[in-house]
């Protein structure tokens, strides 16, 4: 995998899961409805487990999970992930 192409995939996978975030955002208080839910569970744990290739995608990816309360939780609670599931996607990719 080129730097190019990893970091294309790392932008991909933000751009999904910060879409599926805002349409969140967008909603009126109240309760979220079902696949809005899922779509955020499944954009956020693609990005969480996709394992950057190069230092460029690694960087990427951990400035947008750091401001994002999926990953980091925030005035509500606990992140969605675990310490383990988010270390994880940061360890080298395969060979």
Excluded at 56 to 71: D, I, L, N, Q, T
């Amino acid at each position: 995998m080129t730097a190019i192409d990893d970091f294309s995939t790392v932008q991909s996978l933000i751009n999904a899961h910060n879409a599926a975030m805002e349409r969140y955002d967008q909603l009126p208080n109240g309760e979220v409805p079902d696949d809005i839910i899922a779509e955020m569970e499944a954009t956020g744990e693609a990005l969480c487990a996709y394992r950057p290739a190069t230092i460029e995608g690694v960087h990427r990816k951990a400035e947008y999970m750091m401001s994002c309360f999926v990953f980091v939780g925030g005035e509500e609670g606990e992140p969605d992930f675990t310490h383990a599931q988010l270390v994880c996607g940061f360890l080298p990719a395969a060979a």
